[in-house]
């Protein structure tokens, strides 16, 4: 599996920067997208990533649902309350 918190961004004068990898995890708080948490963390935790150009977004009606689950990984994830069907709030948390 490609690790993508490494992957480089080549500029037109030939510079290499990093590339910050954002990954949107919808309904963090069910059953489904905890799993898919659950299995990016262990990518996370496994590949030893401790920069800040890789996040997982846990997207979330209600922040309190997942109060206390992921504290200890805070800086590889971030918890959004937003509504999936709000285009707006989407665009918001993805920038």
Not at 52 to 78: D, F, P, V, W
Request: with cysteine; proline share 0%.
């Amino acid at each position: 599996m490609q690790n993508y918190a490494e992957m480089y961004n080549t500029n037109i004068d030939g510079a290499v920067e990093k590339t910050m990898v954002k990954v949107l995890v919808t309904g963090a708080s069910g059953f489904i997208g905890s799993g898919v948490v659950s299995k990016l963390l262990s990518v996370y935790i496994s590949h030893n990533i401790s920069n800040n150009n890789y996040k997982i977004l846990c997207l979330t009606r209600n922040k309190e649902s997942l109060r206390g689950r992921y504290e200890k990984y805070n800086g590889a994830i971030q918890i959004v309350e937003a509504d999936v069907q709000d285009y707006s709030q989407l665009v918001k948390v993805m920038n």
